[in-house]
C-alpha cells in the first residue's frame, strides 16, 4: 500500500516562509515522480512545482523564484521551501507521487495517481 504523508504547513504572515516535507512509502517502483499540488476553496488542482526521478523540476509561474523544491530519492522524500509567502498561496498542499513519465518533470495535478491527506498553509495579510 503506498503511503504519502506530508508534515509542515501551519499559518505565517505575508512575506514569510514555510517548509513542507513528504514522506512516500509502499511505492512499487524505485523510479518515481514527485511533486506539490494545491487547491484552495472551490478552486480547481494547481501544480505548484514537481520534480522527475531525473532532478528535473517544474514550478508553476505562480510561485517562480519563491518556492525550491528538492527530494531525496535515497529516503523517499520530498520538500518544498517556500519563501515570500502570499495571502494568494493559502491552500490546502498536497504531496503527490506516481511512476516516472520521462525525462521532463509533471506539469499537471492529473500526471499523479498517489497523494497525501493535505497540509492546510494560510498566510495572512
Known amino acids: 500500500e503506498v503511503q504519502v504523508v506530508e508534515t509542515g504547513g501551519g499559518s505565517v504572515q505575508a512575506g514569510g516562509s514555510l517548509r513542507l516535507s513528504c514522506t512516500v512509502s509502499g511505492f512499487a517502483s524505485a523510479d518515481f515522480d514527485m511533486g506539490w499540488y494545491r487547491q484552495g476553496p472551490g478552486e480547481e488542482c494547481e501544480l505548484v512545482s514537481s520534480?522527475?526521478?531525473?532532478?528535473?523540476?517544474y514550478y508553476a509561474n505562480s510561485v517562480k523564484g519563491r518556492f525550491l523544491i528538492s527530494s531525496d530519492n535515497d529516503k523517499n522524500t520530498v520538500n518544498l521551501q517556500m519563501n515570500t509567502l502570499k495571502p494568494e498561496d493559502t491552500a490546502v498542499y498536497y504531496c503527490?507521487?506516481?511512476?516516472?513519465?520521462?525525462?521532463?518533470?509533471?506539469?499537471?495535478?492529473?500526471?499523479?495517481?498517489?497523494w497525501g491527506q493535505g497540509t492546510q498553509v494560510t498566510i495572512s495579510s
Open positions: 520534480i522527475s526521478s531525473g532532478d528535473n523540476t
Open positions: 503527490a507521487v506516481d511512476n516516472n513519465i520521462g525525462a521532463a518533470a509533471p506539469t499537471t495535478c492529473w500526471a499523479f495517481g498517489y
